[in-house]
C-alpha cells in the first residue's frame, strides 16, 4: 500500500503533482513595495519594505510541531517524537527549514509512528471524533474529506479524496479502511510538509501566500501547531487578506494558552537552558558545600517560569533583562540570599535589585557559565557578547591553554588570572570584547552567588564593554545590565534571533531594515506579543520572492 512505499520515491511523485496543481491567490493590496527599495529592505522613505526573502517551499514540521499537530488532528495524547532522530540545530535553532530533511532513519520513524497513531485513532474516543457519521460509503468519503482538509492544512483535492476512498476500500472493514487512510496520510509530504505552491506573481511583484498557507505559517509559527477551527475559516473566507484580520487574529492566537509554549522553546534555545545541567554545574564541594548539580531541572524551569511571566503579563525585552523577581524553590532560595519558608515548587520572589536584575542574574545562567571551582568572565561574556548583543566571534584555536594562572603573588582574585592569562597581543582581538563584558559580573561566584570579596580582596566589576560599535562604562552588573538593556545591539539582536525563529531560516540583507525597526521598537516598550504581531503581519511573512515562480 501507499504508506508502504519508499519515503523519497513518494516525497518525489507527491510534492510533483502538488506544486503543479496547487492553489495560487492574492492576500496583498500591490501598495507597500512600489516605492524603490535598498539592499537592506528600506524603501525611499525611510520605511521599512518588508521585502520577502528566499526561503524553501517545502518546510518539514520540527519534531515538536509534529507531536502538536498529530495530539490536534487526530484526537490522540502520543508523543512519538520524542522516540524521532533529533532535528539538527542551525543558526542557533532547531527549526531552520533548509535542515530539516527526511533521511532513511526518520523515514522508518514517521512509518512506525503512523502505525501506532492509526490504531489509537480509530479506537475510543478519537475515533468517535474522527468519524462522525453513521458507517456508509458517503460516510467514509466525507470523514477523509475532514480529515485531509486538516491535516494537509488545505481544501483537498478531488483526486486526492478519491485516492483515499480508493485506499478505504481495501480494508478489511469500514474501521479497518480508515486506519488505512490514516497510516498513509501521516507519511505523506502534504501532512509532513507545509507546501506552499502559490505562483502568481501579483502587482507589487511578489508572489503572495493564499490564506490556507498564511494560516500554516501562523499557526506553526505562534502555536507550533496546524491551525484551529477558527483559523481554517478565516483563511477560506479571505479573512486573512488584510493586515487588519491577520492582526486580529494573531493577537487571538497570542492570547491562547498554546502560545506559551514556542516562546517558551524561543528562549530556551537563545538562552542555551540546555546547558543548565549537571555537567554545567559540578562545583568543587570544598568551596561550594552544599551546591548540588542536581539543581540543573529546577534552575532551567526557574528561567522558563520567568519568561512565561514575562510574556503572560504582556512584557518584553526590558522586563526580560531588568526585572528584579524569579521563581525559588526551598533549594535555590539560599542562593540569592532570602530568608523565609519555601517549598518544592516554585514560588515567585522578589530580589535586591541592587544584586538581580532579569535573566543575566539569575543562577541558571551564571553557574552554567561557569569553572568547577571559579567563576569564569570569558564564557559569561562570550555568551552575552553572542546572544545578547550579537558579536562576531571566532571560536578559540584548538591549541589555545584552558588553564588559568594559579592563585599565588599578586594574584589573587579570578579577574587578575584572566587579565593575565590573556594579556598576549595574539589574544586581544576576542579578548578585548569578552573579557570586560564579564568582568561586569564578576560579583557573582561559581554557583551566582553574591560576593564582594573574593580570598579577600573587594570585588572589581567595573570597566568599559563593547557594545555594538560603542563602548559602555559600567560601575558594576547592575549598571551594565541597565545600559546594555537600552542599547540599539540589543533589541536587533533579540530582534534577529526571534526572525530566525518565527521564520525558520537566517536572516539576509534585505531584513537588515526590519531588524533594526523591530530593535527600536522593542527599545520603546514593545511586548513579545507586539513583536510577534509584527512579524507576522509583515510582508516578508505573507509573500515570496517572485523569482521563485515555477
Known amino acids: 500500500m501507499w504508506a508502504r512505499l519508499s519515503m523519497n520515491m513518494r516525497t518525489v511523485l507527491a510534492l510533483f503533482a502538488v506544486l503543479l496543481s496547487g492553489c495560487t491567490g492574492s492576500i496583498l493590496g500591490g501598495d507597500e513595495n512600489k516605492q524603490p527599495v535598498g539592499d537592506d529592505g528600506t524603501r525611499a522613505d525611510g520605511v521599512c519594505a518588508g521585502v520577502a526573502a528566499p526561503s524553501t517551499r517545502l518546510v518539514r514540521m520540527t519534531h515538536k510541531q509534529y507531536d502538536r499537530t498529530v495530539r490536534s488532528l487526530l484526537f490522540v495524547a502520543e508523543t512519538p517524537a520524542s522516540t524521532f532522530a533529533a532535528d539538527s540545530s542551525f543558526n542557533g535553532f532547531d527549526n531552520n527549514a533548509d535542515g530539516l530533511t527526511i533521511g532513511d532513519r526518520l523515514s522508518r ?83 509532513l510538509y507545509r507546501v506552499e505552491s502559490s505562483n502568481e506573481i501579483g502587482a507589487d511583484g511578489a508572489i503572495a501566500l493564499n490564506g490556507f498557507e498564511v494560516a500554516s505559517r501562523l499557526s506553526y509559527m505562534l502555536w507550533n501547531d496546524m491551525p484551529d477551527d477558527a483559523l481554517f475559516a478565516a483563511a477560506g473566507s479571505g479573512g486573512l487578506a488584510s493586515v487588519e484580520g491577520l492582526t486580529r487574529e494573531a493577537r487571538r492566537m497570542l492570547g491562547d494558552p498554546r502560545a506559551r509554549e514556542p516562546v517558551a522553546e524561543f528562549h530556551r534555545q537563545w538562552l542555551g537552558l540546555d546547558g543548565v545541567n549537571e555537567d554545567k554545574l559540578r562545583r568543587d564541594p570544598v568551596k561550594f558545600p552544599g551546591f548540588s548539580s542536581a539543581l540543573a531541572p529546577t534552575l532551567q524551569s526557574e528561567s522558563l517560569r520567568f519568561v512565561d511571566d514575562v510574556f503572560a503579563s504582556g512584557g518584553g525585552l526590558h522586563e526580560l533583562l531588568t526585572s528584579p523577581f524569579t ?224
Not at 460516510?139 to 478519491?162: G, K, Q, V
Not at 545578547?388 to 584552558?402: F, H, I, K
Open 109 to 191: 520513524d514517521y512509518q512506525r509512528a503512523a502505525v501506532a497513531l492509526a490504531e489509537s485513532a480509530t479506537t475510543g474516543t478519537p475515533w468517535s471524533k474522527l468519524v462522525t457519521c453513521a458507517e456508509s460509503a458517503e460516510c467514509a468519503r466525507t470523514s477523509i474529506a475532514a480529515l485531509l482538509r486538516r491535516a494537509f492544512r488545505r481544501p483537498p483535492l478531488d483526486e486526492e479524496i478519491a485516492t483515499y476512498v480508493a485506499l478505504h476500500g481495501k480494508g478489511d472493514d469500514f474501521r479497518d479502511g480508515m486506519k488505512l487512510v490514516v497510516e498513509a496520510v501521516l507519511q505523506t509530504p502534504s501532512f
Open 327 to 550: 521563581y525559588v524553590t526551598k533549594d535555590t532560595a539560599p542562593l540569592y540570599g532570602l530568608k523565609g519558608t519555601f517549598g518544592a515548587e516554585l514560588t515567585r520572589v522578589e530580589l535586591d535589585p541592587k544584586q538581580r536584575a532579569g535573566l543575566l542574574t539569575q543562577i541558571g545562567f551564571l553557574a552554567s557559565h561557569a569553572y568547577y571551582d571559579l567563576s569564569s568572565p570569558i564564557h559569561r561574556g562570550v555568551f552575552i557578547q553572542r546572544q545578547v548583543l550579537c558579536t562576531e566571534l571566532p571560536d578559540p584555536p584548538g591549541d589555545v591553554n584552558l588553564k588559568l594562572p594559579p592563585v599565588e603573588g599578586e594574584i589573587k582574585t579570578t579577574r587578575q588570572q584572566v587579565t593575565l592569562h590573556t594579556s598576549p597581543a595574539s589574544c586581544q582581538g576576542c579578548h578585548g570584547i569578552i573579557n570586560p563584558t564579564g568582568f561586569a559580573f564578576e560579583n557573582y561566584d561559581a554557583t551566582g552567588k553574591w560576593r564582594d570579596t573574593e580570598n579577600g580582596v573587594a570585588i572589581d566589576a567595573t570597566g568599559s564593554a563593547l557594545a555594538g560599535d560603542d563602548k559602555i562604562a559600567f560601575s558594576g552588573p547592575m549598571d551594565f545590565v541597565q545600559k546594555v538593556e537600552k542599547h540599539p545591539a540589543t533589541g536587533a539582536c533579540y530582534a534577529k534571533n526571534w526572525l530566525r525563529f518565527a521564520y525558520g531560516r537566517k536572516e539576509q540583507t534585505v531584513d537588515s531594515c526590519t531588524i533594526r525597526s523591530l530593535g527600536k521598537k522593542l527599545q520603546t516598550g514593545a511586548s513579545i506579543k507586539d513583536l510577534l504581531v509584527e512579524l507576522a503581519t509583515s510582508p516578508t511573512f505573507r509573500s515570496r520572492p517572485a523569482k521563485e515562480a515555477l
